[in-house]
């Protein structure tokens, strides 16, 4: 069977994360998590207080750094990390996700300089096929011709509901109120930036989660992917 890129984008707490990871263990495949990068480089930026709207900065900043994604140990995995995040060469998957680094990747991934850097790191990576990568600009950008492409969704109120609770558990005091406020900032400026801003590839597959959970979710995207796979091997028998 051929090995696809899958592409799943969509917009803060839908679930990409969960998505991307499940569907990647069912099929063997590999997950990469392009928002990582711009996490782990908005830390960068945080501790070396490279202004976040100082565009040749942060694209020198994003040139002289290296980000490396890994799979996690079985302990890392029961702790709900999906993937080892490094930066220059110090493991920072949990330090990147906190509510400030997350606001300081949105506002450093409108630089056109930064995207440059990390969208040529996320083709070599993803380079090959038998990969899910998610992000905001994977099916438009990073690979326009992934053969398959979801758009994931789910109402404001149950994505930061869903982070909400991550905060919760990690013991970061946010009110409910706060994470729907971070969540609501981060999407607008994401879908309205100029370069590469979040929106549906037309090819896309919008998927719907606010009432499904990840099992069922990852059970559809396993299906559209074995019916693209065959597809493929249909096709490639046709011209054989
Ligand atoms: O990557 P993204 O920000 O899109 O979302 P995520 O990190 O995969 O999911 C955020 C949280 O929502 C995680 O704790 C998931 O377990 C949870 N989630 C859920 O409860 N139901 C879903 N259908 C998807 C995610
Ligand atoms: O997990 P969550 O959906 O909250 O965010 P993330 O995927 O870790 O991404 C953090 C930020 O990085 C996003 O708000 C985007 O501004 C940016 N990002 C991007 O511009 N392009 C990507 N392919 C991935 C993330």
Do not use: C
């Not at 056109?112 to 994977?138: F, S, Y």
């Not at 994505?159 to 999407?187: C, F, N, S």
């Amino acid at each position: 069977m051929p090995r696809l890129t899958i592409a799943i984008d969509g917009p803060a707490g839908s679930g990409k994360s969960s998505l991307a990871k499940r569907v990647a263990q069912i099929l063997g495949y590999l997950y990469l998590d392009s928002g990582a990068m711009y996490r782990a480089l908005a830390l960068k930026a945080l501790r070396e207080k490279v202004a976040l709207d100082n565009s040749l900065a942060l694209e020198d900043l994003a040139r002289g750094t290296h980000i490396e994604l890994k799979p996690p140990t079985p302990e890392q995995e029961a702790a709900g990390s999906k993937n080892r995040v490094f930066l220059d060469t110090e493991e920072v998957t949990q330090a990147i996700r906190t509510a400030e680094v997350a606001q300081a990747a949105s506002r450093l991934a409108t630089t056109a300089g930064v995207r440059e850097v990390l969208v040529a790191e996320q083709q070599r990576a993803g380079a090959g096929g038998g990969v899910v990568m998610e992000g905001r600009d994977i099916g438009t950008v990073v690979f326009p011709r992934a053969e398959l492409k979801i758009f994931l969704e789910a109402s404001p109120e149950v994505r930061a509901g869903r982070r909400w609770k991550e905060h919760q558990e990690k013991g970061e005091v946010m009110t409910p109120a706060q994470v729907l406020d971070e969540v609501r900032e981060r999407d607008r400026r994401d879908r309205e930036r100029k370069v590469s801003p979040l929106v549906r590839a037309s090819d896309a597959v919008l998927v719907d989660n606010t009432a499904m959970d990840v099992e069922e979710t990852a059970r559809l995207v396993v299906m559209l992917a074995r019916e693209r796979e065959k597809e493929l091997s249909t096709a490639a028998g046709r011209e054989l």
